[in-house]
């Protein structure tokens, strides 16, 4: 294995990479090998981003909701068999 030295590396992106790699519970050895490698697309970066703007709805339609829905959105299950002629 080749062992590199990074040079001129700025105290704003030093602590950074500290923050960062103490967050994931990994080295800065272990964070910089991995930033390196998903950048030069050596490995494919995993999904860290989740989205949580729709937690809000989950759970909150009562029966009297889900029957609305379905009454509304019923016309959309029909298949208009002229058109797949």
Known sequence: MTTMTLRGID???????KELARSQGVSLNALALRLIREATGVDKRKRTLVHHDLD???????????????NATHSLEAIDEEMWK
């Open 56 to 70: 809000k709805f989950a759970g909150t339609w009562g029966k009297d909701d889900e029957e609305a829905f379905l």
């Open 11 to 17: 105290e704003t992106l030093a602590q950074t990479l």
